[in-house]
């Protein structure tokens, strides 16, 4: 069990975030959506032990959190996080070296570091480029190794910082699919993310947050239809909710859910949104 009670934190004299509750264990999979400075990657800070919060507390599996290093070890096993810039998180020049990096830390058996890399690669698609030297990869293919080197702890808990970012269409939908899988096996997730349609998507709980605040929380469908709570923390409506409510259709989770619906809307808005995705709209 991983959540904050009312947790205060700055890093000089100004409050960054000012009394979050917050609980990884609420939903399987938690979008964290704010304003850039809201307080997001603080929170994530936060949650790994990164950082300490001057009041309140971590609570982890029930307890405030210790911060001894047998205490933050411990806690990093269960609770794995992925940076937005993979390039802070891989320091290997190959892939198996930079994976096996904290297993070995741990003491672990070479056999059982090789399968658990084997199995992190396989649930990332990343065998294909396994044995190219990391400088020679993609920034997709970074991120997934730096996924990669989150599932390898098999950790209950992923923290993943904007996992859309920098990644084409192609890769935002491969990545949406990696965590719905990861998502499958019983993790928790938590996502922040500026892709207010990814997250409105795929996370089954939503927390706003604002100068350093949770200001809503609850499943996609009732936050993101609290315009109010929306335009206050400086976001836009994903674009399924502006249907719903300003054209009255029904409220659908994804386009696919539209499109079987409403086949004949399904040309005009893929063609709509490729020429938004490339920004010409
Ligand atoms: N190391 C730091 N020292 C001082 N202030 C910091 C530091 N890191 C972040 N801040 C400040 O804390 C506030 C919250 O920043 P944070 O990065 O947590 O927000 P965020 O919601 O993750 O933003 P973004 O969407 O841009 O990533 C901002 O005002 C930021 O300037």
Not at 154 to 163: C, G, I, K
Not at 248 to 258: A, H, I, K, S, V
Request: negative net charge; charged residues 20%.
């Amino acid at each position: 069990m991983l959540s904050t009670q009312n947790l205060h934190f700055r890093y000089q004299d100004e409050p960054v975030l000012k009394g979050i509750d917050f609980d990884a264990d609420r939903f399987s999979v938690s979008g964290l959506v704010g304003a850039n400075g809201s307080g997001k990657s603080t929170l994530f800070m936060n949650l790994c032990g990164v950082l300490r919060p001057q009041q309140g507390a971590v609570y982890w599996q029930g307890e405030p959190l210790g911060y001894s290093k047998r205490a933050l070890m411990a806690l990093r096993q269960q609770v794995a996080t992925v940076f937005q810039d993979p390039d802070q998180q891989i320091f290997y020049t190959d892939i198996d070296s930079d994976l096996a990096f904290s297993l070995r830390n741990l003491g672990m058996d070479e056999a059982v570091i090789g399968a658990r890399i084997d199995d992190a690669l396989d649930r990332v698609d990343a065998q294909s480029f396994r044995h190219q030297p990391i400088q020679a990869l993609s920034h997709g293919q970074k991120k997934r190794v730096a996924i990669a080197g989150a599932l390898v702890m098999d950790a209950d808990y992923l923290l993943l910082d904007e996992p859309t970012a920098g990644l084409d269409p192609a890769g935002r939908e491969h990545m949406k699919a990696i965590i719905r899988r990861i998502a499958a096996e019983g993790k928790h997730v938590v996502i922040s993310s500026h892709d207010i349609d990814l997250v409105y998507e795929i996370c089954d709980g939503i927390y706003v947050m604002a100068a350093g605040e949770v200001i809503a929380s609850g499943t996609p469908d009732v936050v993101f239809c609290q315009g109010e709570k929306l335009a206050q923390a400086g976001l836009a409506q994903p674009w399924l909710v502006k249907l719903h409510q300003q054209l009255g259709f029904p409220l659908y989770r994804n386009e696919d859910d539209l499109f079987a619906v409403h086949p004949g809307a399904g040309s005009a808005f893929t063609r709509h949104r490729s020429v938004a995705v490339k920004g010409v709209a």
